[in-house]
């Protein structure tokens, strides 16, 4: 199975930073990349795609890119509202596989 | 509007069963394949099982095979997870999520998730 390595764990910012969060497949994974966002004791929302496709109804600040094994998420202008747990997920195959997610703290 | 209610969680002792129901509503049900994903306490989120839309393929993780069994019931909009001889390592929040794709099994994208309920295994 292809394992998902996010990194960091952990990422400290302030509102107004850009912040990137970095997901590693083990192989190639052409671009099979989901990313969620999680807040405590809600349920995840899908944010992004196919590597870099906006989902419906997520702001512009947040963004997607990648290619091969290596892809990041972008959050340009952090909002108080940002601040949550961030997942990345191969899908396009069975077992799809998330990363062992971030968690975005206010500095 | 698109909604996902799951049921069916609580206490159970080790080596026991639980069915875990999820109920949708605001959107043709038969058109997609449903998936489960756990989250253990405070722990990252698991893939567990998914269905095709018309419920005849399934597929689950390692971790589950052969003690879980997903199903559907199309006419009640209403999709199940058995779950037998469960171990303390199952003790998550289940949620059932819509995959974003129409008809597509393969797609693997869980694109609207339900509230999640919490199962505990203990004795």
């Known amino acids: 199975d292809i394992q998902m390595t996010q990194s960091p764990s952990t990422l400290s910012a302030s509102v107004g930073d850009r912040v990137t969060i970095t997901c590693r497949a083990s192989q190639s994974i052409s671009s099979w990349v989901a990313w969620y966002q999680q807040k405590p004791g809600k349920a995840p929302k899908l944010l992004i795609y196919?590597?870099?496709i906006l989902e419906s109804g997520v702001p512009s600040r947040f963004s997607g890119s990648g290619s091969g094994t290596e892809y990041t998420l972008s959050i340009s202008s952090l909002q108080p509202d940002d601040f949550a747990t961030y997942y990345c997920?191969?899908?396009?195959?069975?077992?799809?596989?998330f990363g062992q997610g971030t968690e975005l703290e206010i500095k | 509007q698109v909604q996902l209610v799951e049921s069916g969680g609580g206490v159970v002792q080790p080596g026991r069963s639980l069915r875990l129901s999820c109920a949708a509503s605001g959107f043709t049900f038969s058109s997609y394949a449903i998936h489960w994903v756990r989250q253990a306490p405070g722990k990252g989120l698991e893939w567990v099982a998914v269905?095709?839309?018309?419920?005849?393929?399934?597929y689950y993780a390692d971790s589950v095979k052969g003690r879980f069994t997903i199903s559907r019931d199309n006419s009640k909009n209403r999709l199940s997870l058995q779950m037998n001889s469960l171990r303390g390592d199952d003790t998550a929040v289940y949620y059932c999520?819509?995959?974003?794709?129409?008809?597509?099994?393969?797609?693997?994208?869980?694109?609207?998730w339900g509230q999640g309920t919490m199962v505990t295994v203990s004795s």
């Open positions: 196919k590597a870099s």
């Open positions: 269905i095709s839309y018309d419920g005849i393929n399934k």
């Open positions: 997920q191969l899908y396009n195959s069975y077992p799809c596989t």
């Open positions: 999520a819509r995959d974003r794709q129409l008809y597509d099994f393969w797609s693997g994208l869980p694109g609207f």
